[in-house]
């Protein structure tokens, strides 16, 4: 079988080496790819965004199974697209995609499908969510752009003053464009944040072992929201009992919401979740597996990947027995270039990326690369995504550091603590 891997990140990078791995894939292309994906398969110049070429090159080609990676080209239509040329393409509609694309949306189906979420107000105007501020009595709220905004569009405010700034950066400044045409201000919660991916073909619904991201630029979850800088897979935050609730209460109802709505939901369904006392409630969804979960979820997955997205996307799922997992943890730590989440420069030569690879149960997934004269540099906010697995979650991130230390770029760095959340729920 022929596959074509669509973006360009550490989660492509990871599904095209875990797609690459299975006896029926003869050819896997990444399109546009990294210069980390060039070793799983073969780049395809094409943006994932330009649609119309990744639909001409999938028929010139004759591709079996399309996977798409990133939110955008799913916002855009792309499996529209595919299924009008009758092309088998795994992930949701353009339709479906709006659980992600825009907040408002998600919000409301979250209500209509009676899923636990915070209390919520939607604003079409920031003038209206300023006032609705100012009436109210000061407390900690979180304040979302509508549209996608690159994991970046959502300010957790711990009072009025934040609030409004947040509202002014939002709807008025449009630091995030037209993402910000309408706002959603929702109550702050207070408890851990865990990630569940599950594979659905509409019907069937396979979760995924629950993860942990850290969207925080700096060490003790301060500072700026990012894309992530790094995750650990599975959590202990989330017992198996405790899964199956999320399962039953949560994206069964959303699922079927969704196909109510006349939004049928293929693809990976990811449960942005906070754990509260009064149990899990939805911060977000997203439609596509989560980057940096992605890595160390794949780097723990036995057997194959293929024939799974495959049958999703044929709405054949019912057929697929759930994978097995190697035991114990993984852990991705992001390596980013200096200045991010800000501006930050490209072009910076990595050294010591043969080391690291060369450790035992280590994979180093490149997000933000390429090669220049014969050298892998720096070419995006997110560079590296050191993943690593070991026997307990402290194993796993002492390797994967062992692994960060061993790979260098001018204004390289990392959050130190990735997973340490963790050690507090479990004595290993």
């Known amino acids: 079988m022929k596959v074509l891997v669509v973006g360009s990140g550490g989660r492509e990078h990871a599904l095209a080496w875990k797609l690459a791995q299975s006896p029926l894939a003869t050819r896997v292309f990444i399109a546009p790819g990294n210069a980390g994906t060039e070793a799983e398969g073969e780049n395809v110049p094409i943006a994932a965004d330009d649609v119309p070429a990744l639909v001409q090159f999938a028929r010139q080609e004759e591709i079996d199974l399309t996977v798409v990676g990133p939110e955008q080209p799913l916002a855009l239509g792309i499996v529209d697209a595919f299924r009008a040329e009758k092309l088998t393409i795994f992930g949701p509609t353009q339709a479906a995609a709006e659980l992600e694309s825009s907040k408002v949306f ?13 209390e919520f107000h939607v604003f079409h105007d920031p003038q209206s969510a300023l006032r609705f501020l100012e009436s109210r009595k000061d407390m900690p709220v979180v304040v979302k752009a509508d549209g996608l905004a ?3 569009g959502v300010i957790v405010c711990s009072n009025r003053q934040e609030a409004i700034e947040a509202v002014r950066r939002i709807g008025i400044e449009k630091q995030f464009g037209s993402a910000g045409d309408r706002l959603v201000i929702e109550e702050r919660l207070d408890g851990e944040e865990v990630s569940v991916m599950a594979i659905t073909d509409g019907r069937t619904i396979l979760p995924l072992p629950p993860s942990q991201d850290h969207k925080r630029a700096y060490e003790g979850d301060q500072g700026p929201n990012t894309g992530g800088m790094g995750a650990y897979c599975p959590t202990p935050v989330l017992d198996e009992k405790l899964l199956r609730w999320v399962e039953e209460r949560i994206l069964v109802p959303t699922v079927h919401a969704m196909k109510h709505k006349g939004r049928p939901f293929t693809g990976v ?112 906010g997110r560079v590296l995504g050191v993943t690593a697995r070991g026997p307990s979650i402290s194993a796993a991130k002492y390797e994967a550091y062992r692994a960060v230390k061993m790979i260098r770029w001018e204004g390289a760095w990392c959050r130190k603590d990735i997973s340490d959340r963790a050690l507090k729920y479990i004595q290993e």
């Open 106 to 118: 998600c919000k409301e189906l979250l209500r209509f499908a009676a899923v636990p979420t915070p």
């Open 150 to 152: 690159a994991g970046k």
């Open 269 to 380: 369904l990811y449960a942005g979740l906070m754990i509260t006392r009064q149990g899990p409630k939805v911060l977000e969804f997203n439609v596509r597996f989560g980057d940096p979960e992605c890595q160390p979820t794949l780097f723990r997955m036995k057997g194959d990947l293929l024939p799974i997205l495959l049958e999703a996307a044929r709405g054949r799922l019912d057929r697929i027995e759930p994978p097995d997992w190697e035991p114990g943890a993984a852990i991705c730590v992001v390596m980013a270039s200096e200045g991010y989440p800000g501006s930050y420069e490209k072009g910076k030569p990595i050294r010591g990326l043969e080391e690291a690879q060369s450790l035992e149960n280590v994979k180093v997934f490149h997000a933000g690369t390429a090669r220049k004269d014969g050298q892998i540099v720096t070419a995006g």
